[in-house]
């Protein structure tokens, strides 16, 4: 497997980012996709994720501020963000999903989102 994330950057408080993940080497359509982050000195975890046939599942955390979706047809899932704040600040990851993501492997250079006023 491989992934590709872009989207993140410096924005202030309140504001909104939009990340995407571009998948290849497996059958996107058929798989359950996840979006990780890790803060600074902290393990990496897991956000959301999106079942094959769609139905999006949240950590406590982001619940009601972050929405996972995906587009088959572009191997492509996306996180959009909303109301960052300080909290938010991390590298940002997709990968196969998993509730423990220290299982996982083959993990992208991930984008890095900075929440700062």
């Known amino acids: 497997a491989w992934f590709e994330e872009s989207g993140g950057g410096l924005v202030q408080p309140g504001a909104s980012l939009r990340l995407s993940c571009t998948a290849s080497?497996?059958?996107?359509?058929?798989?359950?996709m996840g979006w990780y982050r890790q803060r600074p000195g902290n393990e990496r975890e897991l956000l959301a994720h999106?079942?094959?046939?769609?139905?999006?599942r949240y950590a406590d955390s982001i619940k009601g501020r972050f929405t996972i979706s995906k587009d088959n047809a572009k191997n492509t899932v996306y996180l959009q963000m909303d109301n960052l704040n300080s909290e938010d600040k991390a590298a940002y990851y997709c990968?196969?999903?998993?509730?423990?993501?220290?299982?996982?492997?083959?993990w992208g250079q991930g984008t890095l989102v900075t929440v700062s006023s």
């Open positions: 990968n196969y999903y998993s509730d423990i993501p220290r299982y996982l492997s083959n």
């Open positions: 080497r497996f059958t996107f359509s058929r798989t359950t």
């Open positions: 999106i079942t094959d046939d769609d139905r999006p």
